[in-house]
């Protein structure tokens, strides 16, 4: 060693180099488009919405999309389309402004019975990777399906991940993936909602979601803003009630119309149950769907013992009779039951509405033996349920999340109610 030389100094500048250059990468903001979802338009067979989330920092967002073909992408070029069309949206919530932008985009006027690619982003920030879906058949008359949760609600990512990703196995071609409310514990908890998106992961950038909130996405009587941010459905509720955009509102599919009902606003809010009902026999009698399907949360015959929703019952029941709902998607008692009523019965029936109650996520309560309702039930099993509709005949599956048929059922369309055949 030379005469005035510190033989530590390569340690201290190797030190502060590599403090410098950690500081420099970890300084950075990712920019990449996370919690991707799409829903379907108002016509779910011709379009999807897009939503996702980027930092504060990025200032613009893309969409790119063409029909999927099995060829690598070397070019921009090659895209049939791109749009430079996005919503900013920022969201106070708590008192605080979040420090996230959401971004949404809407494809319209698709080919049913196609399957398309597409990716979020930007040339200047990140974009995502390309993503595929597909779009249901034209006709009325060819097979469709669709998987429907209960809820998910508590240990999203470490619980219900497995019973998404069990359905996501067991019908993999579903056209979108239903809920029925109470997809997190406290709709204001962006952590939650992040563990939504982190047990679905690709399954939500694929499959279009249908979602109908829960009580848990209210802070009653408001309902959450991330609502609102993350999900981008159809705006044909009640006309200029804004209290009710994104929870009631329609989606037409070839054959089958969809309904989402506000349940909470239902059971709590007079008013806002009148306007409901109203509103649901305007779209029960202008519709010429073969089959009606309705979800809420909040169900019309409840699971638990302690539990029953009379108001829903004498607001909407007569509508469900007189159009020949066919089946009823609802959530809310953590267990499982289902059961066929008609407009006199208290006892299951072979001929009218199928009514049933279900739940995906690990919170769990006991089902009650009085409910004379139900044909069949089960506690604490976590759940999910395959529907397929081929032309005249709906047959519904319920699978527990190991993937084994726990409950299977088919009804035969009538010429009003359905008939249940065993
Ligand atoms: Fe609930």
């Keep these: 060693m030379l ?3 510190n033989s530590k100094c390569p340690e201290v500048f190797f030190t502060f180099l590599f403090i410098f250059i950690s500081a420099l990468l970890f300084s950075q903001t990712p920019t990449e488009p996370s919690r991707i979802i799409l829903n379907p338009l108002e016509s779910g067979h011709t379009g999807v919405s897009i939503t996702w989330r980027c930092p504060r920092e990025v200032k613009e967002n893309y ?5 999927a073909d099995p060829h690598p992408i070397h070019s921009e070029t090659i ?9 900013l949206d920022t969201v106070t919530y ?21 399957k398309y690619i597409y990716r979020v982003g930007s040339n200047s920030n990140q974009w995502s990777e390309w993503i ?16 429907y949760f209960g809820d998910p609600q508590s240990d999203l990512h470490s619980q219900w991940s497995r019973t998404i990703r069990q359905a996501y196995s067991t019908a993999p071609e579903s056209a ?37 909130p829960g009580n848990h996405e209210y802070e009653y009587p408001i309902l959450s803003p991330l609502w609102k941010t993350h999900f981008t459905l159809p705006q044909n509720g009640p006309e200029e009630i804004k209290e009710l955009y994104g929870a009631c509102y329609y989606i037409d599919y070839p054959a089958v119309r969809i309904i989402s009902l506000d349940g909470t606003r239902l059971e709590n809010d007079r008013k806002l149950r009148k306007i409901q009902a109203k ?4 779209v029960l009698s202008v519709t010429d769907k073969k089959w009606i399907i309705l979800t809420l949360h909040q169900p019309f015959y409840s699971t638990k013992a302690s539990r029953d929703n009379p108001q829903i019952r004498k607001a909407l029941k007569p509508l469900l009779d007189k159009y020949g709902v066919d089946l009823v998607l609802q959530g809310h008692d953590h267990a499982y039951g289902r059961g066929m009523l008609d407009e006199n019965s208290k006892h299951p029936v072979k001929a009218g509405t199928m009514y049933v109650v279900s739940v995906s996520g690990p919170k769990m309560y006991e089902v009650g033996d ?12 976590q759940l999910y349920q395959v529907i397929k509709i081929n032309g005249n005949k709906l047959f519904f599956e319920c699978y527990t999340t190991t993937g084994d048929l726990f409950d299977s059922f088919v009804l035969q369309k009538g010429t009003n109610a359905s008939i249940l055949i065993e």
């Design 3 to 5: 005469p005035g030389t």
């Design 63 to 67: 969409i790119q999309w063409k029909i």
């Design 79 to 87: 895209l049939d389309q791109q749009n430079a069309s996005f919503q």
């Design 94 to 114: 708590e008192g605080k402004t979040g420090i996230f932008k959401s971004f949404r985009a809407q494809l319209t006027n698709l080919a049913p019975g196609t």
């Design 132 to 147: 595929q879906f597909h779009l249901p058949e034209a006709s009325p008359d060819s097979i469709f399906s669709f998987i």
């Design 176 to 212: 979108f993936l239903l809920y029925a409310g109470d997809l997190v514990n406290r709709g204001y908890n962006d952590r939650e909602w992040g563990d939504f998106y982190r047990a679905g992961d690709f399954i939500h950038r694929m499959i279009p979601s249908v979602m109908t």
């Design 279 to 282: 509103w649901l026999e305007k």
């Design 370 to 381: 009085q409910k004379e309702w139900m044909t069949k039930s089960t506690e604490n099993t």
